[in-house]
């Protein structure tokens, strides 16, 4: 009886050192998550043909407005996303016209 026992209790032992995974993964590389009124990351550096997605988590609806014009989002609720292809390199800043101190970069390459 206390062979298994030392065995399960091995086994127990053997997996509590193992590494864990983290519980949450990273964010998706070409997404910004709106959050606690706060675009995040606030700045994103990609390559010329990238599609960026934000996703609003937020409790309140948020827009996402290029300062050029380059791209414009209606208002978006809870979990609603918009996306935006950049095809030209360049620095693209946008702001929530609705909270106009949120503000954010994509560095387009």
Not at 58 to 87: C, I, L, N, Q, Y
Request: one cysteine or more; proline letters at 7%; a neutral charge.
């Amino acid at each position: 009886m206390r062979a298994p026992f030392l065995a399960t209790l091995a086994g127990l032992t053997a997996l509590a050192l193992a590494p864990i995974a983290a519980v949450s993964a990273a964010p998706p590389a070409n997404r910004i998550t709106i959050k606690d009124f706060m675009f995040a990351p606030v700045s994103l550096t990609i390559k010329a043909g990238t599609t960026v997605t934000w996703v609003n988590e937020d409790e309140e609806p948020h827009t996402v407005v290029s300062a050029t014009g380059a791209f414009r989002s209606a208002a978006m609720d809870t979990k609603e996303s918009f996306a935006f292809k950049f095809d030209k390199p360049g620095e693209y800043h946008f702001i929530c016209t609705i909270h106009p101190q949120m503000m954010g970069t994509v560095i387009v390459q």
